[in-house]
């Protein structure tokens, strides 16, 4: 007699990454924020050629970082930049794209202040996205957004 016992799979938990696993071990970054000219309005992003990281196409992750809007209401924004210091794309050049994740979420979230930094989870991407405001390497399709905890 055979016993058959019915699995259940069980998701992993996202990986958590920060913005150095965004860019290959060998990769020297060539942009700083502190070499950042903030007066100019002929802002040029930096190395749009960026290397990016292949193995995290499709890998469920978890990212904190500063939201730039794209798309949304007053209630809800639907469509962001997630750039790794505040004010990036606005206050300040962007940077490379591979320093910077297009992020969509289903349904929306509120984001209570632009200042507050957030975690990020859902799948992410090695596509580019290119906006008014900047050129990304990576998209994300998010499942969750929650305040950035240390």
């Known amino acids: 007699m055979m016993l058959l016992i019915a699995s259940t799979a069980i998701a992993a938990p996202p990986k958590e990454i920060f913005w150095d696993d965004l860019m290959p071990a060998d990769y020297a970054q060539k942009f700083t924020q502190e070499a950042t000219n903030h007066d100019s309005s002929d802002w040029v992003q930096p190395d749009l050629d960026a290397p990016v990281v292949k193995a995290l196409d499709g890998k469920s992750v978890s990212l904190p970082g500063f939201v730039v809007p794209l798309e949304g209401d007053s209630e809800v924004i639907t469509e962001f930049l997630l ?28 984001i209570d202040s632009l200042y507050d930094a957030i975690t990020v989870t859902g799948t992410i991407k090695v596509e580019t996205f290119k906006s008014e405001l900047a050129q990304t390497s990576y998209t994300m399709q998010a499942v969750g957004v929650a305040p950035f905890d240390l």
């Open 83 to 110: 750039v790794p210091y505040f004010g990036a794309c606005i206050h300040v050049p962007p940077p490379p794209p591979n320093q910077i994740v297009h992020v969509k979420i289903k349904d929306g979230v509120p």
